[in-house]
């Protein structure tokens, strides 16, 4: 059972370039997040998704867009990297939004 | 808004001692569900214990259990016997079912 898989697990970006990171789950949960951690800042949320079609901004949004077209696959786009976007980027999970957050690994983003 | 709040940035405990990490959260519901995870050095979010609002008694895991103060808005972990492996970030977390909440940490670290 793979869980919650995320790539890259690091990426280099110039400033002004657009990525994407991938983020899919086989457990069939329902409620899927990005999550950004700054060093001493705790996780913020981006967004979230709690079922295809349906995605909402968490508290950090400016910047990124989401897309979910499947139950198992919640990108998330940066468009114009900037250095402020620098952070490591946690997919998670749930099966529904009261139980518990299954996490993929991160991806450690740098903007240079 | 929906605050987490733990005030210790780091805490430090002998191996084999007790060390209770702090949390608050402010809130106006009155269903909600809290949790503790921790984020060794790997990076890896580990749910370490969960806890339901309207359950009074406080959960336990093995050697981790919670004081719940309700009233107080407080959700202290508090970890027996601490063990080298018990090194890492811990992390406080609130959900009323839609968006998790997170605090911004406290850094343990475990004196052999």
């Known amino acids: 059972n793979a869980g919650v898989t995320q790539t890259p697990k690091f990426r280099i970006l110039k400033i002004g370039q657009s990525m994407t990171l991938q983020c899919t789950q086989d457990?069939?949960?329902?409620?899927m997040y990005w999550y950004r951690q700054d060093p001493g800042m705790g996780l913020k949320l981006i967004y979230y998704s709690v079922g295809a079609g349906i995605t909402d901004k968490g508290e950090v949004p400016n910047g990124y867009n989401v897309s979910r077209s499947t139950t198992e696959d919640f990108p998330l786009r940066l468009e114009l990297a900037a250095p402020s976007q620098t952070s490591v980027y946690f997919c998670a999970s749930s099966r529904d939004g009261n139980e518990k957050l299954f996490f993929g690994s991160g991806t450690q983003l740098s903007v240079l | 808004a929906q605050t987490v709040t733990q005030s210790q940035p780091e805490m430090s405990v002998q191996e084999a001692e007790t060390v209770t990490l702090s949390c608050t959260y402010d809130t106006s519901e009155s269903d909600y569900y809290l949790f503790w995870y921790k984020q060794p050095p790997s990076r890896q979010m580990i749910l370490v214990i969960r806890q339901e609002a309207y359950k009074q008694q406080n959960a336990t895991e093995n050697r981790f259990s919670v004081n719940f103060q309700k009233a107080a808005k407080s959700f202290s972990l508090k970890i027996s016997d601490s063990q080298l492996g018990d090194a890492a970030m811990y992390f406080c977390?609130?959900?009323?079912?839609?968006?998790?909440?997170f605090g911004t940490g406290t850094s343990l670290t475990v004196i052999p």
């Open positions: 977390a609130y959900t009323t079912g839609n968006q998790f909440y």
């Open positions: 457990m069939n949960h329902n409620y």
